[in-house]
């Protein structure tokens, strides 16, 4: 294949010509049926110099940043924006964030640059750019200078993967883990295929097809199917393909109304097309065969009591009970202040059972009172209107903290978003009735277990924990748990996602659509291929 690279360039790196690699990204997980918008100052920034220091981290960017120390890389740093899952992103923010990272082209291509490289997540939707991401990339391939330069990078499993995403840009990988903690390991991986292209001078072409299946964040977990057996698929076909750089399986984001999402397959190889399309087709008939099995659901809190009473006690694990509550999933863009669970638990007079709420009011109040005190609280229930409303209740206030707290797991789903620590803000842990409440100031994915021991609540000795989440959670808890349920509440992230109001998806697409209307043998996939030579 024709090299669009100085083959001088690429040899002489090993005599100590260094690549100048652009680094940079922007991360948002949209979900568009929140209400509100999510402005520019809801991200969190580092540019230039900060960023660099991000070396060591444990997210994808410290990993690309530890590759290019280790390959002799010149990094030239830009600006990497991120912002956790939230509603429709302003225009706003998308323009700010554009604004900061052409300044930074601007001033770092006094010198020549070899490659740039994205962080991204793949589902960022702001109120005029149904595809973000795409529009950054198209923006970023017309920049004067890098038209013709090799563009890479890393993004989530959850990316609604577009179009214009595998047209802008030369390869782009995707996690292959849910929970995430593959995400540092991924951003290597990505950093070691654009190494690969500089140094042999070969372009990669990338292809894309879209089946028509939507699953809610509860299906795509990487441990279960149909997400295993894809994985599997996509790591066989890499083996028998050499010519495949990467095969990537994207589950998608259903709470992201746009024409991109749901899941897809995208593939990157230096070989023929109909082979690549060969093998996006077979993936796509994987998806069918098991699309009913993706759309996993909640069942009722009743039944989870119905079925521990009536449970062989002499089998029963020891370890708590983990209730997830998909609907108010803080990794999915749920408020996290959802009083489903904990109105459950009150009602069913569940002891030594536990939970987590984003209550920052409550907080600042309990911030004026000593551990001990009985103070009357309007619990939660604000951030959506599924929800129906505060909880009243009086607490005993059991410990302040400031919330900040390090990691325990530096390889979690967590870890691929905020690095080495998180920063719950100040938070109050309270007592109702033998329910411990976990009050923080900032919203916080239950991805990690330091959130409970930073306060002195240790995990393993409670009956039952409510989480707000869908899958990330799982490396997290699964080693202490006896057993996990997908608890049905009211909240903006439930899995029934034919109830939410698309406008923009393609159809027809499982589930909002039956199946029978999706014939296989009529499938239109949509392929697409960048623009190499
Ligand atoms: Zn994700």
């Not at 002489?12 to 049926?33: A, K, L, M």
């Amino acid at each position: 294949m024709e090299s669009r690279l100085n083959p001088q360039k690429a040899c002489d790196n090993t005599s100590g010509n260094r690549f100048r690699v652009f680094i940079g990204g922007f991360f948002h997980e949209t979900h568009t049926f929140l209400d509100g918008s999510t402005p520019w100052n809801a991200f969190r920034t580092v540019e230039g110099k900060a960023l660099t220091d991000l070396k060591g981290d444990a997210s994808p960017l410290g990993g690309v940043l530890d590759f290019a120390e280790k390959y002799a890389w010149n990094v030239a740093p830009s600006i990497f924006a991120s912002a956790l899952p939230s509603a429709i992103l302003s225009d706003d923010a998308v323009e700010k964030f554009w604004n900061h990272f052409e300044y930074h082209w601007k001033t770092n291509t006094s010198e020549p640059v070899d490659a740039i490289y994205l962080v991204l997540h793949g589902a960022g939707v702001s109120v005029s750019f149904p595809d973000v991401e795409g529009e950054l990339l198209r923006r970023i391939r017309n920049l004067k200078g890098a038209s013709n330069l090799p563009i890479f990078g890393v993004y989530d499993l959850h990316a609604n993967f577009s179009q214009a995403m595998a047209c802008c840009t030369d390869a782009l990988v995707g996690y292959r883990e849910n929970p995430h903690f593959d995400a540092k390991e991924s951003g290597v991986r990505a950093a070691s295929l654009l190494n690969r292209s500089l140094n042999s001078g070969i372009r990669p072409r990338q292809y894309l097809i879209q089946p028509p299946i939507i699953w809610p964040p509860t299906g795509t977990a990487s441990a279960s199917n149909p997400m295993k057996r894809l994985l599997q698929t996509a790591r066989q076909l890499e083996a028998k393909h050499p010519e495949f750089w990467a095969v990537n399986i994207n589950g998608g984001f259903a709470f992201a109304d746009s024409a991109d999402t749901g899941v897809s397959f995208s593939l990157v190889t230096d070989g023929q097309e109909s082979i690549a399309r060969e093998a996006l087709e077979e993936l796509s008939h994987i998806a069918m065969e098991y699309c009913e099995e993706g759309n996993v659901l909640e069942v009722p809190f009743e039944k989870v009591l119905f079925d521990l009473a009536h449970s062989d006690k002499s089998n029963v694990k020891r370890g708590p009970v983990i209730l997830a509550e998909p609907s108010d999933n803080v990794g999915g863009g749920a408020p996290g202040d959802g009083t489903g669970l904990l109105r459950l638990f009150l009602q069913h007079r569940i002891d030594n059972s536990a939970v987590c709420l984003w209550d920052p009011d409550s907080v600042a109040r309990l911030f004026q009172h000593t551990p001990g005190s009985i103070v009357a609280l309007e619990l939660g229930g604000r951030g959506s209107n599924f929800d129906k409303g505060p909880v009243k209740i009086d607490c005993e206030l059991i410990r302040l903290s400031n919330g900040d707290f390090e990691l325990e797991d530096k390889q979690s789903h967590l870890a691929s978003v905020c690095g080495n620590r998180f920063d719950m803000g100040q938070c109050a842990l309270i007592r109702h009735a033998g329910v411990t409440i976990l009050l923080t100031s900032n919203r916080t994915p239950p991805m990690d277990l330091g959130q409970w021991r930073h306060l002195g609540v240790n995990p393993e000795e409670l009956f039952f924990i409510g989480v707000k989440a869908a899958v990330a959670h799982r490396r997290a808890y699964d080693p202490i748990a006896s057993a996990n349920y997908l608890i049905e509440t009211p909240g903006p992230c439930q899995s029934k996602i034919s109830e939410f109001p698309y406008r923009h998806i393609r159809r027809p697409i499982y589930p909002l659509d039956p199946l029978e209307a999706i014939k296989l043998g009529s499938l239109s996939y949509n392929h697409t291929t960048n623009s190499n030579p």
